[in-house]
């Protein structure tokens, strides 16, 4: 479902999630980018399980904070978006709300949890906050991949109101773009049902940020792409469905990139040096919350299997590169190669110069790479191409937005081995970007079905 702010998704959720539980018994998991947005939808429900006696007599015990059960054992629970409980529950229904704000890699492990059961169900909601992602994914593939798809806009959920508001002379001179607005309504005025007033809709229109900020907001459209790093097409083009041509060889050169993370993600992108300048990604591991102990293991592991001479890692943290570079070290015991665990200040070195030939800085470096077609990452790679695909600047700035930026982040790092001079250079005569002018904009990175 794909709807606008207040537009009424999150009560439509719990009234869905509250039918299949209590009618049809089903266990419910509402999944939120965080517990407080999960229970936002969570307080819908508990309020229909007080609406009368009969309901709560069939419950095993009151609803607790974040989780009912009825005295059949069926629960309907709230939970927040990680690792842990991703992995956990395995329900029959599975309520997803603002998908937008979970991120991808915790909602593509989320998914899955209901194929065990006998009746699964998936409903997702979001307002379009992102321009790539696997909501987006499965919007443009939604018949294809099962889905039904539900839209509506601020219009649609409008009270009743007079068409002659859009001819008032006192607001038409405060707002000279108001018939920008009239165009939205195509006509429409309003539902007996409807519950936004339509001087709510014009005070919004009166305080827009940008008209793309009320498209998205108010009426469910995507955001445009202006100010994105990368252009989406070039992203695109270093998309390979089938890596044969591209696989490891022994003796390659090889560089690792580390980006940790405090609270956020931790990314790991170990990248290979191919022919006529081309490089390959050979792994994209991410982590959410995850020890640093359990992720140094995975990247000792990848550096024993790739032979991998250098880490480029995020200096901002000190314990845990020095953690790994003494697992490194104690890992190549006995072996006639070594590996270098190099630290690097995004401060200095993000925008600072890499050399006179070269583009001023790893950003440069990173967004030369793209521009030039010069990468080839893997489809399966998701997490990696929607990251390469949102990355933005900020607003009214030439620097790039902290968000949706681990895996660029990690992936510049590993690139600073190898920085492109200023010189174009041309694509592989042999190897010619791969285009399909019957893609969507999102490239058809989804291919699981669910």
């Given amino acids: 479902m794909k709807g606008p702010r207040g537009g009424g998704k999150t009560k439509l959720l719990s009234g869905l999630g509250f039918v299949k539980w209590y009618l049809q018994l089903r266990n419910t998991i509402d999944l939120g980018g965080s517990l407080t947005q999960a229970q936002e939808l969570y307080n819908y429900f508990v309020s229909y399980c007080y609406s009368t006696m009969g309901i709560l007599k069939s419950l095993a015990k009151e609803p607790t904070i974040s989780k009912t059960e009825t005295d059949r054992g069926n629960y309907f629970k709230a939970v927040a978006a990680s690792q842990k409980q991703v992995r956990g529950p395995h329900p029959d229904t599975l309520l997803i709300d603002e998908m937008c704000e979970v991120k991808d890699e915790l909602a593509l492990s989320a998914i899955p949890s209901v194929m065990p059961s006998q009746h699964p169900l998936i409903i997702l909601a979001s307002t379009f906050h992102k321009i790539f992602g696997l909501f987006q994914e499965i919007w443009d593939n939604a018949e294809a991949l099962g889905y039904v798809r539900f839209s509506w806009d601020i219009f649609d959920v409008c009270r009743e109101f007079d068409p002659a508001i859009w001819s008032d002379e006192k607001l038409n001179r ?44 108010c009426m469910g459209s995507r955001p445009s792409t202006a100010g994105l790093v990368n252009d989406p097409e070039d992203v695109d083009a270093c998309t390979v469905a089938d890596m044969r041509p591209y696989a490891y060889q022994a003796g390659a050169d090889v560089c690792g990139g580390l980006d940790w993370g405090f609270q956020g993600m931790t990314a790991w992108t170990p990248w290979m040096s191919h022919k ?57 015991i006995g072996k006639d190669w070594r590996c270098a665990v190099i630290e690097v200040s995004f401060g200095a070195e993000k925008f600072g110069s890499m050399g006179t030939d070269t583009f001023e800085g790893m950003f440069g470096n990173y967004r030369a790479y793209f521009q030039r077609r010069l990468l080839r990452i893997p489809a399966k790679f998701k997490t990696a191409i929607w990251q390469h695909k949102r990355y933005h600047y900020q607003k009214n700035n030439d620097k790039p937005a902290k968000e949706d930026d681990h895996i660029p982040d990690a992936s510049m790092l590993a690139l600073k081995r190898w920085p492109l001079g200023k010189v174009a250079s041309s694509m592989p005569k042999d190897m010619p970007p791969e285009r399909d002018v019957h893609r969507t904009i999102t490239g058809g990175l989804l291919d699981e079905q669910f």
């Fill in 174 to 217: 405060e707002i000279p773009d108001l018939a920008l607005l009239r165009a939205r309504a195509k006509g429409r005025t309003g539902d007996p049902d409807g519950w936004v007033s339509i001087h709510s809709v014009i005070q919004m229109w009166r305080e827009k940020s940008s008209l793309d900020w009320f498209d998205v907001e």
């Fill in 276 to 332: 006529d300048g081309v490089k390959v990604q050979l792994e994209n591991r991410v982590y959410t919350q995850v020890r640093s102990a359990e992720i140094i293991k995975e990247i000792v592991q990848d550096v024993l299997t790739y032979r991998i001479p250098t880490i480029h890692a995020d200096s901002s943290h000190p314990f845990e590169n020095a953690d790994l570079r003494a697992a490194v070290n104690k890992a190549l």
